[in-house]
């Protein structure tokens, strides 16, 4: 099973949460990244997000698998969203659950990095100004 | 003569003006490709900014292309 | 208003985490900790949780504001139960929200490290064997 | 002698037998008192390893007490 999900349209967390419940975890750490009113001082009245989706699934899930690898986990799960999302819309979701913290927040963040700098999926701002423009590359 | 499937993304599919085309090249590698492609449609990246992909999956630029390949240029990703 | 809650039943997760959305909060990290199947190597069938609840929320609310002074957050809330709890409830849960996930993912930790350290809540196991006993201090 | 409110919390609890209880007594201190309650109870705890909370709010040990003080003696802490 792949836990890594690109969705078209907005996916229940707390279903996703769900899976991530084991008798052994005692830790849970979760992110997500939503569409912010503001980008580089520039008003943004949502965001386009444009993925090529066979390649970002499978890659996706290698994130997760050496996530799995590197940190004492019990279960990572992702999802991330294409298509237009306006301001305040969860564009990514990450759930970790661990037995202690430590492997939690480590795995969480090591995740939404790695998404980051990786997984082919492209943001086109769309600005109150009426203009849209491809974010360049990530300023964080 | 290759024939090739292309899929563009991001500003790749605005400046080619489409998000998929069949291409005939005579093109070995996708670098040759690229620089076809940069001549036809004035892609503005540079090949060192971004990867390809070949059927899928992260590929070496200098990697022959076969008959049939499907062939994604992938700009710097702003996902997350 | 107070931001940390002493909850002596479950509480609905989604409603606090909508408390949270801001037009410029881009990020949003959050903590729960749950009640595991074994610690130390002994089968749990529960955790009762014991507070000094006005000493709790005072100590609660001054973690809460030392996190919003240190790092660049938007909001953070915090809620602990008391009472007895089953393996897998949720015993605490916390949600930052803030521009950027440096500063969500920075504040989260800080506020569960400091809850542990610092709020008078104490965990009386239940374990498998039929037997109680207090945790004596925390082991991570 | 003063008049204390005293509460209990996880091991002192089981200790004492009790979660309240009104005390008079002659500490002039939080510490005295403690010191008092251990040849009460026979605490095992040592007060190097707790804090004191007066009033509900946390106190130095010396703090001298007053007539109607609610005090609480806090172990260890293991919640989170």
């Known amino acids: 099973m792949n836990?890594?999900?690109?969705?078209?349209?907005?996916?229940?967390?707390?279903?996703?949460?769900?899976?991530?419940?084991?008798?052994?975890?005692?830790?849970?750490?979760?992110?997500?990244?939503?569409?912010r009113q503001t980008n580089?001082?520039?008003?943004?009245?949502?965001?386009?997000?444009?993925?090529?989706?066979?390649?970002?699934?499978?890659?996706?899930?290698?994130?997760?698998?050496?996530?799995?690898?590197?940190?004492?986990?019990?279960?990572?799960?992702?999802?991330?969203?294409?298509?237009?999302?306006?301001?305040?819309e969860t564009a990514v979701w990450i759930g970790v659950s661990a037995a202690h913290r430590d492997a939690a927040f480590d795995a969480c963040r090591?995740?939404?990095d790695e998404i980051k700098q990786r997984v082919?999926?492209?943001?086109?701002?769309?600005?109150?100004?009426?203009?849209?423009?491809?974010?360049?590359?990530?300023?964080? | 003569m290759l024939n090739i499937e292309l899929q563009y993304f991001a500003q790749l599919q605005d400046e080619a003006g489409r998000a998929h085309e069949r291409r005939q090249t005579p093109a070995p590698t996708a670098a040759a490709?690229?620089?076809?492609?940069?001549d036809a449609y004035g892609f503005v990246l540079e090949p060192a900014r971004m990867r390809v992909a070949i059927n899928s999956a992260f590929a070496p630029w200098d990697q022959p292309l076969c008959e049939g390949d499907h062939v994604a240029f992938i700009p710097p990703v702003t996902g997350g």
């Open chain 1, 3 to 35: 836990d890594f999900i690109m969705a078209e349209t907005p996916v229940d967390i707390s279903a996703l949460r769900k899976v991530l419940l084991f008798p052994e975890a005692g830790g849970f750490c979760s992110f997500e990244g939503w569409v």
């Open chain 1, 40 to 88: 580089e001082g520039r008003a943004v009245s949502g965001i386009d997000y444009n993925a090529f989706v066979p390649l970002a699934l499978t890659e996706g899930q290698a994130i997760l698998q050496e996530a799995k690898q590197r940190f004492a986990i019990c279960r990572a799960t992702a999802i991330h969203r294409t298509g237009y999302l306006s301001i305040g």
């Open chain 1, 110 to 112: 090591y995740i939404i």
């Open chain 1, 120 to 140: 082919p999926i492209w943001k086109n701002e769309h600005y109150a100004s009426g203009e849209t423009g491809w974010v360049p590359c990530h300023t964080l």
């Open chain 2, 33 to 38: 490709l690229y620089d076809e492609l940069r």
